[in-house]
């Protein structure tokens, strides 16, 4: 069943919509163009179900990228971007606004992938491997394809399509 949230994060039963005297079903999840929304608009299922896919995938082309491949850093990298950073990028524009905890689940699976890459010790820390690779976190490419979607916005020709600035980040 679908809910409505409120402010004070109280449920409240959406009612039965029909269509030509037909019930429309309700479901707590809806996948639509490769984006999972909940009932709470939170993206926290959408956000699990990419990094499931990424662990996946992760580990499907590990011989690729992992600790005991003979390929070189930057290839690995490139690996990584084709494969891996497509999965988490995508949609990026609106499931960027969700809460930072919900971010940082994203950011965590970058930098377990990137130790990975590097092979780093435990004593390396993730900035020094953000900075030797010159990879953005995850916040970053949040910060920039939302600006570039609001660049967008701003110069098409449609009024209705102006931006607005409701992202806390």
């Known amino acids: 069943m679908l809910r409505l949230t409120n402010p004070s994060h109280r449920t409240c039963h959406c009612p039965?919509?029909?269509?030509n005297q037909t019930i429309i079903p309700q479901t707590e999840v809806l996948?639509?163009?490769?984006?999972?929304f909940n009932c709470r608009l939170n993206w926290k299922e959408h956000i699990a179900k990419k990094r499931k896919q990424i662990d996946l995938n992760t580990k499907e082309i590990n011989w690729l990228i992992g600790k005991k491949s003979h390929l070189s850093v930057e290839n690995k990298l490139l690996i990584y971007k084709a494969v891996i950073k497509p999965i988490w990028s995508y949609g990026i524009e609106l499931w960027g606004c969700a809460s930072k905890s919900i971010v940082i689940i994203m950011q965590r699976s970058q930098s377990k992938n990137?130790?990975?890459?590097?092979?780093?010790?435990?004593?390396?820390t993730n900035h020094t491997l953000y900075t030797d690779f010159n990879i953005p976190y995850v916040s970053d490419v949040i910060h920039e394809r939302i600006n570039k979607h609001h660049n967008n916005?701003?110069?098409h020709p449609n009024p209705l399509l102006e931006p607005t600035t409701n992202c806390k980040h």
């Not at 039965?16 to 269509?19: L, M, P, T």
């Not at 996948?31 to 999972?36: A, D, E, S």
């Not at 590097?118 to 004593?123: L, Q």
């Open 153 to 155: 916005l701003e110069a």
């Open 16 to 19: 039965a919509v029909k269509i």
């Open 31 to 36: 996948k639509y163009l490769g984006l999972h």
């Open 114 to 124: 990137f130790r990975a890459i590097a092979n780093a010790p435990w004593y390396v």
